[in-house]
Each structure stands twice: as structure tokens, then as C-alpha cells.
T-cell receptor
Framework: GAVVSQHPSWVICKSGTSVKIECRSL??????MFWYRQFPKKSLMLMAT?????????EQGVEKDKFLINHASLTLSTLTVTSAHPEDSSFYIC?????????FGAGSRLTVL | AQTVTQSQPEMSVQEAETVTLSCTYD???????LFWYKQPPSRQMILVIR??????QNATENRFSVNFQKAAKSFSLKISDSQLGDAAMYFC?????????????FGSGTQLTVLP
């Protein structure tokens, strides 16, 4: 079956630094990947749609300069949280589509001190 | 805009019993997909079951089945013979199949507790 790998699973950083999260489709090619954010005991909120070879499409209210998305190949999308602040602390999940089903990565927990 | 509503923030069920989780959605589209995802404490999202809107027959996957009422825009999940491993947050999700735009819209979730 389709597998999506996400790394790191947990990262702690200091306020003001940048953090990169990788999302890889291991056994299929994904021209489109999705990035979600999830707060504790809450639902998943779509942040942006990552498109291979072109600019990402961001949802309303998501800061493009804060959350940089790069989709340089058919198997890799990255989310960089720039100049992170404590309010950016959250659980970030990526997903990619295969056979009409979205498969999710295991998520990345970001803690900004 | 499409919306998905789960009106039960928490549910509990006795082990081996049956429980039904509710979901309603709002859309003006005729061609779409509906899903139930499970998120256990590990927070890995796991697909439980999916339903294509054009199919009248309700989807089933072993102990999991849905009651899809298209006219009422209702999509409930029934879990039979509940097991301890079924304890998780369950999300109902909608996807309008517009080609490349395959993002999911999620409901707020139902936390299911299975009592031994």
C-alpha cells in the first residue's frame, strides 16, 4: 500500500529559529501533497496544497512567508516554519493521494521554546 | 463551501457492543467522496472506510459499516463488536473530486472510548 513518511516526528527549537519538516511518498509519485495543522483534541485544518514544480496554494489566513512550502520532486515536499514562535507550536501532518485515497504521514510535533 | 459536522464530541461503548457515530455534511456538488478516519493516541491518521456518493450501496469493511443517506446528507459510521483497539478519535471527511484538488474537509471529530 501507499506509504507517506514524515520526518522529524518531534522537534524542539528556540524561538526565532527555522525548522524544516519533510514529507516523502515512499512507493508512489505525488504531484500534489497537503499540509495540515492540528491543535490538541481538535480537527485537522488544511494549511496549504503543495504542487510539484510550482508554487504552493495557501489557505486563507495562513502566512506564506511564515510557512514555506517546497515541492521539488514527485516524492518530496517540505514545510519550513520560519522564525518560529511559541504560537507555532503544533502538530503538523502531511498527506498525499493514491488511488483516490489520501494517505497521511505520522505527523510532526513542533515545540517552540 | 463544504462543511462537515460531527455533533458528538465524545462517545463510549462497552466492549463487544455496537456504536454509531454521526456525521452530516453540506455540499452543492453531486460527485464527491466521504471518509471515516481514525486517529489513535499515536496520532497516525488511518482510513477506516470510504463511500463514493454515486454508489447507493453502503460501504462495509469487516466490523465497520456506514449508513449513507445522500438526500439527507448524512454519513454515519457503525462499529460492531467493539474492541479496545477501536478507542480513538474518529473524523468524518468530505472530498469533492475535482481532479487535482483532492484535499479533505474534516469534521471536528468524535472521541470514542471503549469500556472493558
Amino acid at each position: 500500500g501507499a506509504v507517506v513518511s514524515q520526518h522529524p516526528s518531534w522537534v524542539i527549537c528556540k524561538s526565532g529559529t527555522s525548522v524544516k519538516i519533510e514529507c516523502r511518498s515512499l512507493d508512489f509519485q505525488a504531484t500534489t501533497m497537503f499540509w495540515y495543522r492540528q491543535f490538541p483534541k481538535k480537527s485537522l485544518m488544511l494549511m496549504a496544497t503543495s504542487n510539484e514544480g510550482s508554487k504552493a496554494t495557501y489557505e486563507q489566513g495562513v502566512e506564506k512567508d511564515k510557512f514555506l512550502i517546497n515541492h521539488a520532486s514527485l516524492t518530496l515536499s517540505t514545510l519550513t516554519v520560519t522564525s518560529a514562535h511559541p504560537e507555532d507550536s503544533s502538530f503538523y501532518i502531511c498527506s498525499a493521494g493514491w488511488a483516490n485515497v489520501l494517505t497521511f504521514g505520522a505527523g510532526s510535533r513542533l515545540t517552540v521554546l | 463551501a463544504q462543511t462537515v459536522t460531527q455533533s458528538q464530541p465524545e462517545m463510549s461503548v462497552q466492549e463487544a457492543e455496537t456504536v454509531t457515530l454521526s456525521c452530516t455534511y453540506d455540499t452543492s456538488e453531486s460527485d464527491y467522496y466521504l471518509f471515516w478516519y481514525k486517529q489513535p493516541p499515536s496520532r497516525q491518521m488511518i482510513l477506516v472506510i470510504r463511500q463514493e456518493a454515486y454508489k447507493q450501496q453502503n460501504a462495509t469493511e469487516n466490523r465497520f459499516s456506514v449508513n449513507f443517506q445522500k438526500a439527507a446528507k448524512s454519513f454515519s459510521l457503525k462499529i460492531s463488536d467493539s474492541q479496545l483497539g477501536d478507542a480513538a478519535m474518529y473524523f468524518c471527511a468530505y472530498r469533492w473530486d475535482s481532479g487535482s484538488a483532492r484535499q479533505l474537509t474534516f469534521g471536528s471529530g468524535t472521541q470514542l472510548t471503549v469500556l472493558p
